[in-house]
Nanobody, 125 residues
Framework: QVQLVQSGGGSMQVGGSLRLSCVVS????????LAWFRQAPGLEREGVAA????????WYGDPGRGRFTIALDAAKKSVFLNMNNLKPEDTAVYYC??????????????????WGQGTQVTVSS
């Protein structure tokens, strides 16, 4: 079993920054990647950022590319999403996830089987 517990999120004005955290515990033997997804009301869940574990290679989806950064603290078994220059369209519930990926598919939803509880991010103008 793998457990992911999130913290962070909240409300921020346009142009502001937020940091999301996710602590991973349990048996991660069958996982080699951590990722952040988000889902706005009425829309499909979309990939935001992913990082390979180990190795540290990262991949960013279109929504936050150039503004968001994923980081891993292996010692603390935590993954972070640093979000800068927030926009109203960033408003969503954000989820961290653990999964097994190959050479591609770092942000494919079907590759992730363990999920955090989600946290709301609201960006207002």
């Amino acid at each position: 079993q793998v457990q992911l517990v999130q913290s962070g999120g909240g409300s921020m004005q346009v142009g502001g920054s937020l940091r999301l955290s996710c602590v991973v515990s349990g048996n991660t033997y069958n996982t080699n990647a951590l990722a952040w997804f988000r889902q706005a009301p009425g829309l499909e869940r979309e990939g935001v950022a992913a990082i390979r574990t180990p190795g540290g290679g990262t991949w960013y989806g279109d929504p936050g590319r150039g503004r968001f950064t994923i980081a891993l603290d292996a010692a603390k078994k935590s993954v972070f999403l640093n979000m800068n220059n927030l926009k109203p369209e960033d408003t969503a519930v954000y989820y961290c996830a653990a999964g097994q990926v190959g050479d591609s598919g770092l942000l494919e939803l079907s590759n992730y089987h363990y999920w955090g509880q989600g946290t709301q991010v609201t960006v207002s103008s």
